[in-house]
């Protein structure tokens, strides 16, 4: 069975929540999770498990507009010429009334709870809105680095994520929030700076007059209209392989050179901010086995791992397969003898190599005598550089592997019915 | 046939989803500027034959060839050959947009210089009576409409292979057909485009066919010009299309209707 990409997310999402139960049930097995009580001694914590299920909010309101959400659009778009790291057609996330109501009406229920901290309100009160808040966040902050990104100067974008988990690790509570606020803040500004190209556009495409058509020529030609025409970009330009083979290994390396020193650049926010979640947690619950270093229990920080790392696996393989059936079921491989079809079934050793490496590297780390935060950040860079390379062989596979684009169910009830009749041998 | 004068070789292919092959043994080649259409009884793998042209699906056997390079042999080649294959599937997907906005976006995809494009658009627009709702969400669009806009999207990308899943379906109204019939004909003949379309009505396709590719039992039983066809089903040469396609495909199908008349003896008329 393929999974849907939603019922992916919502899988996804129960798994997380019922994970950060579990957390949170670990972490205080004495205490009824409904007490008031409660509401001041994970407030914290709650922080950082909504950051992660805001991520998901975030993920889903990018999808909403990405042909991963709609397997026509990506099958549309996989018989044309576009390939991924083109820009898409039809635009990127859009912020509407609704995330403005949100971003509004929850920056004032947090306010709320930060002044009257002793009042010890409801948790659901704050949780839920604080869920929605960070998602808006996160969109934003992700749009906010896509223009950053654009603009060709990723440095900014580093610099903003070091000094972002710098700021939280120096100031825990309101100072947090500031900050927080403060980018989100930035971020929306941005967002909204562009949002009147795309109004302009929408105007002239209504105006039919020879003016209209005239200022519409001329804006596509001057590539000045934001969203639908303003990403896409020119053609990818072809890449050239060197002759021999010292040569031929050098050209591979250097070729492959951009993706290791992202996959670097990548795991290195992530490893920072595990480190200050690992710090904030020690510091806010001291109670937790990661700040009494006890070897007899797992650490907080492989639970996170283990569970980002299981759900990175499985998020690759649907991102790889959706859309890109196998060429045959597998009655029909059964049937016929083809039980392994290389040019498709490649499409699932990238995400094994990502679990594989994600168990060994640390598991070698803890050989060498390393804690367990150094454990998990020694496998971060290689895992994100694994999969970014594994990023250039799967466009590649979308190209030239054996796969069916599914613009079309490929069993529809009159193959079905074919596909049971006398076998063949085609080997 | 000329080898350079190929744009689309389809080499002894063989497909199937299951068990059963919905294709065997298939080879086809068709010239530039030629427009084929691909006919032949429900389920015989029309939309497969295109599918597998167009790049969509992949053969278990044989290979699919366009401008000689073969599909999916590299990233590279495949890329070249979707810049100059247009692919229509049977239910193309329309997104939530304006119909100008898409068609616009369809011709950016494809590397239309915009001034070429705006124009081309407005000509589409107004070829396909749009005019009035082109700037309307296609979620407001009939069934007709959405095939227009549709059609619109694959000719606004002027490439030079077209694979047309029933183009003349999805409720096309009389002047519609009309416009695509002419269009076809004129890419074919003016513009050397090639063109590989399916359509169950034979009606359509004398006329504006080269040649007619017919399936049958998953195999290609013929290739040829409409009078070749009626010449090999012993048909004179003002008899119809369908009746030669059917005298050489299903040549029981009068029989069956004069079976479903037989009343049986006794029962009152």
């Known amino acids: 069975m393929r999974l849907r990409p939603l019922n992916y997310l919502t899988t996804f999402g129960v798994m997380i929540c019922i994970a950060t139960w579990g957390v949170g049930e670990w972490l205080r097995p004495s205490t009824d999770p409904f007490t008031h009580e409660l509401a001041g001694k994970l407030g914290p914590f709650a922080m950082f498990g909504m950051l992660i299920v805001a991520g998901l909010y975030g993920l889903l309101r990018v999808k909403l507009v990405h042909p991963f959400n709609d397997i026509c659009y990506m099958a549309s778009l996989a018989i044309t010429p576009w390939e991924p790291g083109k820009p898409l057609p039809f635009g990127r996330v859009q912020l509407g009334w609704t995330d403005a109501i949100f971003a509004a009406l929850l920056t004032g229920m947090w306010a709320a709870y930060f002044v009257t901290r002793d009042v010890h309100l409801p948790w659901l009160v704050w949780l839920l809105p604080a869920v929605i808040l960070f998602g808006v966040y996160v969109v934003t902050l992700w749009r906010c680095s896509f223009d950053v990104i654009h603009r060709s100067s990723t440095r900014v974008c580093y610099a903003c994520t070091y000094l972002f988990g710098l700021a939280a690790l120096c100031a825990v509570d309101a100072p947090y929030v500031t900050v927080a606020t403060l980018i989100v803040a930035y971020a929306l500004l941005r967002s909204l700076l562009g949002e009147p190209f795309e109004h302009r556009l929408r105007r002239h495409l209504r105006d039919t007059t020879p003016a209209g ?146 168990v060994a590297i640390p598991h070698l780390a803890a050989l060498l005598g390393l804690p367990p935060v150094m454990q998990a950040a020694a496998a971060l860079p290689v895992l994100v550089t694994w999969w970014l390379l594994s990023r250039r062989w799967m466009d590649d596979w979308r190209f030239t592997g054996a796969h069916h684009i599914s613009t079309v169910p490929v069993m529809t009830p009159d193959k079905r019915r074919e596909s049971t009749g006398r076998p063949i041998t085609t080997r | 046939m000329s080898a350079d004068n190929i744009a689309i070789e389809v080499d002894r292919i063989t497909h199937h989803y299951g068990v059963r092959p919905v294709l065997r043994d298939v080879s086809l080649a068709v010239r530039r500027g030629e427009l084929v259409s691909v006919m032949g009884p429900n389920g015989t793998g029309k939309s497969t034959l295109l599918g597998l042209i167009a790049g969509v699906l992949w053969p278990l056997k044989g290979q699919v060839k366009v401008d000689g390079v073969a599909r999916r042999s590299s990233a590279d080649a495949e890329r070249a050959i979707r810049r100059r294959v247009v692919y229509l599937p049977a239910d193309a997907w329309l997104p939530s947009g304006t119909a100008r906005e898409f068609l616009l976006a369809t011709g950016r995809l494809y590397g239309i210089d915009d001034d070429r494009l705006v124009d081309h658009v407005d000509r589409l627009i107004q070829l396909f009576h749009l005019s009035d709702v082109a700037d309307s969400t296609t979620l407001s669009y009939s069934t007709g409409q959405k095939r227009k806009t549709a059609l619109a999207s694959a000719l606004v990308t002027e490439a030079p292979v077209m694979i047309l899943d029933e183009p003349f379906g999805g409720g096309l109204d009389p002047s519609g057909l009309l416009a695509l019939r002419h269009v076809l004909k004129r890419l074919a003949e003016s513009e050397r485009t090639t063109i590989v379309m399916a359509t169950p009505v034979p009606e359509l396709v004398d006329g504006l066919a080269h040649r007619v590719a017919l399936l049958h039992d998953a195999t290609l039983v013929a290739c040829d010009t409409p009078d070749a066809l009626r010449r090999r089903a012993g048909l004179p040469d003002d008899a119809s299309l369908n009746e030669a396609i059917e005298a050489i495909t299903q040549p029981d199908t009068l029989a069956h209707i004069e079976h479903y008349f037989q009343r049986p003896e006794g029962r009152a008329s």
């Not at chain 1, 001057?222 to 970009?233: I, K, Q, S, V, Y």
């Open chain 1, 213 to 358: 058509v005239r200022f519409l020529r001329d804006a596509i030609r001057d590539n000045t209209l934001a969203g639908l025409h303003r990403r896409l970009g020119p053609d990818t330009q072809p890449v050239t392989e060197v002759e021999g083979s010292i040569p031929w290994l050098i050209g591979r390396i250097r070729r492959r050179w951009g993706e290791v020193l992202a996959g670097l650049l990548i795991a290195g926010p992530v490893v920072w901010w595990l480190y200050v979640a690992s710090v904030l947690v020690s510091h806010l619950m001291p109670h937790a086995s990661i700040a009494r270093h006890d070897e007899s229990e797992p650490s907080v920080i492989f639970l996170f791992y283990g569970l980002a790392l299981v759900a990175a696996t499985f998020g690759v393989l649907v991102i790889d397969i959706a859309g890109y059936g196998s060429p045959i079921t597998l009655w029909g491989r059964l049937s016929t003898g083809r039980w392994i079809i290389p040019g498709y079934d490649i499409v699932y050793v990238m995400p094994l190599g990502m679990l594989l490496i994600g």
